[in-house]
Nanobody, 113 residues
Framework: QEQLVESGGGLVQAGGSLRLSCAAS??????MAWYRQAPGKQREWVAT???????NYDDSVKARFIISRDHVKNTIFLQMNNLKPEDTGVYYC?????????WGQGTQVTVSS
C-alpha cells in the first residue's frame, strides 16, 4: 500500500523559510498537491502541480510558496518563503483527486510571530 512520506517541517520565525518534501516509494504519475491543516480547522488545499510542471496556488500563499516535483526521485517539494503565523499547521501531500489511502503522517510547520 502506497503511502506518501512528508518531511522538512519545523519551528521558524515569521519571515523565515522552510522546504518540505513528499516522497513516494514508486512513481505516481498524477497531478500532486500540498494540503495543510491548522489547529481546530479543516484540511485545506495549498498548491498543485501537474505532471508537466504547471503549478497553481491558493491566494494565501501565492508569491510566497513554490511547488515543484522530481519525477526521477518520486518526490514533491514545497518551498515556503516569508512564512507567516497563519501558515502554521500540519502539511500533507496527496494526489489530485485525493486518494485517501495515500495520506501520510504529515509534517508540522510552526511559525512564531
Amino acid at each position: 500500500q502506497e503511502q506518501l512520506v512528508e518531511s522538512g517541517g519545523g519551528l521558524v520565525q515569521a519571515g523565515g523559510s522552510l522546504r518540505l518534501s513528499c516522497a513516494a516509494s514508486k512513481t505516481i504519475f498524477s497531478t500532486m498537491a500540498w494540503y495543510r491543516q491548522a489547529p481546530g480547522k479543516q484540511r485545506e488545499w495549498v498548491a498543485t502541480i501537474t505532471t508537466r510542471g504547471f503549478a497553481n496556488y491558493d491566494d494565501s500563499v501565492k508569491a510566497r510558496f513554490i511547488i515543484s516535483r522530481d519525477h526521477v526521485k518520486n518526490t514533491i517539494f514545497l518551498q515556503m518563503n516569508n512564512l507567516k503565523p497563519e501558515d502554521t499547521g500540519v502539511y500533507y501531500c496527496n494526489t489530485v483527486p485525493i486518494n485517501t489511502l495515500y495520506w501520510g503522517q504529515g509534517t508540522q510547520v510552526t511559525v512564531s510571530s
